[in-house]
């Protein structure tokens, strides 16, 4: 154990083992020899410490290492996840992944507060309820667009502004593939002291692109609009979903595809012209379909050439995926390892990698690995 860990996250994990175990307080409280229920409800609480002849029956009682419960890296019982995921993959892959995302959001989240990183006490949110229209998601987007400063192009700056000016992490990570192109696309991870969002570095361009913006409106207005804990990733499904979920849709539209940008990259003689509206779409990062419906939807195009523009296909990207995870959390990472914070086979072991795998993960970002093989 590197170091004490919070009763309050102790707490959090004991009631986490507690529901996935179907143990109700009063259960435990027999289990434990306990005189009354409110002892339960104190240590799940963070209000009384866990002895440890407590925590070895607790090991026992609900099936769980020691480690699960002071692991520093652990978010078990505290993060909450909203999945943008294939239905096709089945919901015991979903949950392994979650637990290996959990490990690499709660080794983020003890970089940053060992490098004097901890998040403002003030927290960013999108001025948005469940009650707002499609239109409002979209205004806000195209303010957001223009207090970020984020140009003709949001896509090409909306990755670091997101980082730096909302201070919400964005992780690129490889994810489950369920065959056939099925898999997770992304996801958005609540936590009290921050957000997090993770997105398939795998897929498209555009996809990426996509669910990035997606899932920024999910870390803004998580209070006032929680997510279901599992959403679809179809463009079949993307009209069909809950409301929340169509006000992110309306969101991340017209924040990659503001109306400036629309109006002063697309010659207004050429609406019509497929091929100039997919180099539009191109610059944009987005796919023709969805520069398509943007369009339609603001009635700057037809009806034929809508249809005629949802059946281009989108221009590979020439850039590849990006790199693995990000930059700035790699780099905490191995400064800590190269300072003596953190030891390498902890540092393998919350990143899912071996030794080996470590180091080609720093080698990606030209970084030498602090540690001798």
Same mark, same amino acid.
């Given at each position: 154990?590197?170091?004490?860990?919070? $009763?309050?996250?102790?707490?959090?994990?004991?009631?986490?083992?507690?529901?996935?175990?179907?143990?109700?307080?009063? $259960?435990?409280?027999?289990?434990?020899?306990?005189?009354?229920?409110?002892?339960?409800?104190?240590?799940?609480?963070?209000?009384?410490?866990?002895?440890?002849?407590?925590?070895?029956?607790?090991?026992?009682?609900?099936?769980?290492?020691?480690?699960?419960?002071?692991?520093?890296?652990?978010? +078990?019982? %505290?993060? *909450?996840?909203?999945?943008?995921?294939?239905? %096709?993959?089945?919901?015991?892959?979903?949950?392994?992944?979650?637990?290996?995302?959990? $490990?690499?959001?709660?080794?983020?989240?003890?970089?940053?507060?060992? *490098?004097?990183?901890?998040?403002?006490?003030?927290?960013?949110?999108?001025?948005?309820?469940?009650?707002?229209?499609?239109?409002?998601?979209?205004?806000?987007?195209?303010?957001? =667009?223009?207090?970020?400063?984020?140009?003709?192009?949001?896509?090409?700056?909306?990755?670091?502004?997101?980082?730096?000016?909302?201070?919400?992490?964005?992780?690129?990570?490889?994810?489950?593939?369920?065959? %056939?192109?099925?898999?997770?696309?992304?996801?958005?991870?609540?936590? %009290?002291?921050?957000?997090?969002? @993770?997105?398939?570095?795998?897929?498209?361009?555009?996809?990426?692109?996509?669910?990035?913006?997606?899932?920024?409106?999910?870390?803004?207005?998580?209070? +006032?609009?929680?997510?279901?804990?599992?959403?679809?990733?179809?463009?079949?499904? /993307?009209?069909?979903?809950?409301?929340?979920? $169509?006000?992110?849709?309306?969101?991340?539209?017209?924040?990659?595809?503001?109306?400036?940008?629309?109006?002063?990259?697309?010659?207004?003689?050429?609406?019509?012209?497929?091929?100039? @509206?997919?180099?539009?779409?191109?610059?944009?990062?987005?796919?023709? =379909?969805?520069?398509?419906? /943007?369009?339609?939807?603001?009635?700057?195009?037809?009806?034929?050439?809508?249809?005629?523009?949802?059946?281009?296909?989108?221009?590979?990207?020439?850039?590849?995926?990006?790199?693995?995870?990000? =930059?700035?959390?790699?780099?905490?990472?191995?400064?800590?390892?190269?300072?003596? /914070?953190?030891?390498?086979?902890?540092? +393998?072991?919350?990143?899912?990698?071996?030794?080996?795998?470590?180091?080609?993960?720093?080698? *990606?970002?030209? @970084?030498?690995?602090?540690?001798?093989?």
């Amino acid at each position: 154990m590197l170091e004490k860990i919070s $009763q309050k996250l102790i707490g959090y994990r004991v009631k986490a083992a507690r529901d996935a175990a179907g143990w109700t307080q009063d $259960q435990l409280t027999q289990e434990l020899g306990l005189n009354d229920r409110q002892s339960i409800s104190d240590i799940e609480n963070g209000k009384r410490a866990l002895k440890p002849e407590e925590l070895l029956a607790l090991s026992d009682l609900l099936d769980r290492d020691i480690e699960f419960f002071v692991d520093p890296f652990a978010v +078990a019982g %505290e993060a *909450q996840f909203s999945w943008r995921t294939a239905p %096709e993959v089945p919901e015991d892959s979903l949950d392994g992944f979650e637990l290996k995302a959990g $490990q690499w959001i709660g080794l983020l989240r003890w970089l940053r507060e060992r *490098q004097g990183g901890r998040a403002s006490v003030l927290k960013r949110a999108l001025r948005l309820s469940a009650q707002s229209s499609f239109e409002d998601a979209q205004d806000r987007a195209e303010s957001l =667009v223009a207090e970020l400063d984020l140009g003709i192009i949001p896509a090409e700056t909306l990755i670091d502004k997101i980082e730096r000016e909302l201070d919400i992490p964005v992780l690129f990570v490889d994810t489950v593939d369920a065959g %056939e192109g099925q898999s997770i696309s992304g996801a958005t991870c609540h936590l %009290e002291e921050m957000g997090v969002i @993770l997105i398939n570095r795998n897929e498209s361009e555009a996809r990426r692109y996509y669910d990035l913006a997606h899932e920024l409106f999910h870390a803004l207005t998580w209070d +006032a609009m929680q997510p279901d804990h599992r959403e679809s990733n179809s463009i079949e499904e /993307r009209n069909k979903g809950k409301r929340i979920e $169509q006000l992110a849709n309306n969101f991340a539209a017209a924040l990659l595809m503001p109306r400036i940008s629309l109006t002063q990259l697309i010659d207004g003689n050429r609406r019509d012209d497929i091929p100039h @509206l997919c180099e539009v779409a191109a610059l944009l990062r987005v796919a023709p =379909v969805a520069l398509a419906w /943007r369009l339609f939807n603001l009635k700057l195009i037809s009806d034929d050439t809508r249809r005629n523009l949802c059946q281009e296909k989108q221009r590979p990207s020439v850039s590849g995926p990006p790199k693995r995870f990000s =930059v700035a959390f790699v780099r905490m990472l191995h400064e800590s390892l190269e300072n003596g /914070r953190l030891s390498a086979r902890k540092a +393998a072991k919350a990143m899912g990698l071996g030794l080996g795998g470590l180091t080609e993960l720093f080698a *990606q970002y030209d @970084l030498p690995a602090p540690f001798e093989l």
